[in-house]
């Protein structure tokens, strides 16, 4: 885990976590739904990287 992980992997994650914590106080109907669309576009961008495109 070096540098380059910290900065495009956990401080990210660290900061959706934190917004998505506080989204789901406010509005969990909309928190939810967020949540829904992060979860597809990493599976999406995963999917992407993996076949090179």
Do not use: E, K, Y
Not at 37 to 42: A, D, E, K, S, W
């Amino acid at each position: 885990m070096g540098p380059d992980f910290l900065i495009h992997g956990a401080i990210p994650m660290l900061v959706w976590a934190m917004a998505l914590i506080a989204l789901a106080f406010a509005f969990p109907a909309a928190a939810g739904t967020v949540l829904a669309i992060v979860v597809v576009g990493l599976v999406v961008g995963r999917s992407r990287r993996a076949t090179g495109r």
